[in-house]
């Protein structure tokens, strides 16, 4: 692993933190505090916060930022993989989304268009990702089919030039607020449940389908159930061939783990709880003077660093060429395990004030920690819960037996 940055790199680190800390100011408030790190679970109901992400989309791909890891044909930046990990690790230092508005367009769905898409697919929907006139999101999930995704079975039949879609997703996040959609389909019933499967793209104004938001645990609504009643799809929609989505999904998952889509801003949580432990009580003293505090401090900013060490890893192997493998299973697990143990042991400094959360009289930094605490569990199951990454990593790194 080489630690060091050249003068460029650097000069480039500069130029970008300026850019962020000013831009996110002007757009989010003080320090862009409210700007949250993940889109998909910020309440899409609140119209004044989306016209503020929508606001700070524009700005980012004005300011070429917004795709550095698209190739420059297709209006990306075209960067090195280290200018690609200094932007994740400048926006992540801020608590600021990774890609905007459009982090499924901008992290993933636009490279899988970019690598299998048609010509037309290309010229029609990239630019409107960058530019952010047309968000997406993806419909994977179903009520019987989440970890075991190819079990899905909302049905696609050719009718003339379209395909009439069936069926039902769940957990769409940002459903009510996207343009399009990535929707896995079933249009082979009789072919083993992989090779059954095709990938379409959505227009999501197309009549039959209906979206209701569901509220979550935090009291927002970032996730809907959608329903598809004979919605026509035109079959120039299809990416990749016919039958062969699970193929395309995969190509997905190898540029989200890339792009860093599943990546926290852990670091800035455990800074933010250093910060916290300096302005409350434990047990009679201050907490950031009580040895337990400390110890469990310490423990945190370790354990967070060898989550930055070993991405580093993974990167020093990526730029000698190699793919990225399942270690991205373990950075995944890691850092959402270890942002909903910080999160708990917020609500262990903050005692009784822990069950105020915002709105509530009282409440210790407009309880923000309640909602995070709320939130946290949630992560650990997206894109793949915890207990899957568990078999990932026993089967495949560990070469365990399957379980
Ligand atoms: C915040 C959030 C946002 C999301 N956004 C989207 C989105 O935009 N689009 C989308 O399509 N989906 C989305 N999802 C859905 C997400 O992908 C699924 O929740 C996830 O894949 C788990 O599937 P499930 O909920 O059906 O749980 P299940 O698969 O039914 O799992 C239930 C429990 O059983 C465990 N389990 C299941 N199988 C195994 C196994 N083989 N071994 C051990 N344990 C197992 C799981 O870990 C879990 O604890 C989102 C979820 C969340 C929480």
């Not at 850019?19 to 996110?24: A, F, G, I, R």
Request: aromatic fraction near 8%; glycine fraction near 10%; proline fraction near 4%.
């Amino acid at each position: 692993m080489d630690f060091s940055y050249t003068p460029e790199q650097e000069a480039f680190r500069a130029t970008l933190r300026g850019w962020l800390e000013k831009t996110s100011a002007e757009v989010f408030g003080h320090r862009g505090e409210n700007a949250g790190s993940n889109v998909g679970l910020m309440d899409a109901r609140d119209d004044a916060r989306w016209a503020q992400m929508l606001e700070y989309h524009r700005r980012l791909h004005h300011a070429g930022y917004v795709a550095l890891h698209w190739p420059k044909e297709w209006g990306g930046g075209g960067a090195s993989l280290v200018d690609q990990a200094i932007y994740q690790d400048e926006v992540l230092r801020l608590g600021l989304p990774l890609y905007g508005a459009n982090q499924l367009a901008i992290d993933r769905i636009g490279p899988t268009i970019i690598l299998m898409g048609t010509e037309d697919q290309k010229r029609r929907h990239l630019e409107p990702m960058l530019t952010g006139e047309k968000i997406w999101c993806q419909g994977y999930s179903e009520p019987n089919a989440g970890s075991d995704l190819a079990g899905l079975q909302t049905r696609a039949v050719l009718d003339g030039d379209d395909f009439v879609v069936n069926g039902q997703k769940v957990w769409t996040s940002l459903a009510h607020r996207a343009d399009w959609q990535v929707l896995l389909v079933r249009t082979d019933p009789q072919a083993p449940k992989h090779r059954g499967i095709s990938y379409l793209l959505v227009d999501m104004r197309t009549p039959g389908i209906t979206i209701r938001p569901l509220v979550q645990i935090t009291g927002d609504a970032g996730f809907n159930e959608v329903f598809y009643d004979n919605v026509r799809v035109p079959k120039e929609n299809l990416v990749g061939e016919l039958n062969q989505g699970w193929q395309v999904s995969i190509a997905t998952l190898m540029f989200e783990r890339v792009s860093g889509g599943t990546r926290h801003p852990v670091e800035r949580t455990i800074n933010e709880l250093v910060e916290l432990a300096k302005h409350v009580d434990f047990q009679g003293v201050p907490a950031h003077r009580h040895p337990y505090v400390r110890q469990k401090l310490a423990t945190f900013v370790s354990e967070a660093r060898c989550l930055r060490l070993s991405r580093y890893r993974s990167l020093t192997s990526q730029l000698k060429g190699k793919v990225p493998g399942p270690e991205s299973s373990f950075g995944k697990l890691f850092a959402t395990e270890l942002n909903l143990r910080v999160a708990m042991f917020a609500d262990e400094l903050l005692g009784p004030y822990a069950s105020l959360d915002h709105g509530s009289m009282g409440a210790i930094e407009g309880g923000r920690w309640t909602h995070r605490t709320l939130a946290a569990r949630g992560l650990t199951i997206a894109a793949g819960s915890s207990e899957i990454q568990h078999n990932i990593i026993g089967e495949r790194v560990l070469k365990l037996p399957k379980g």
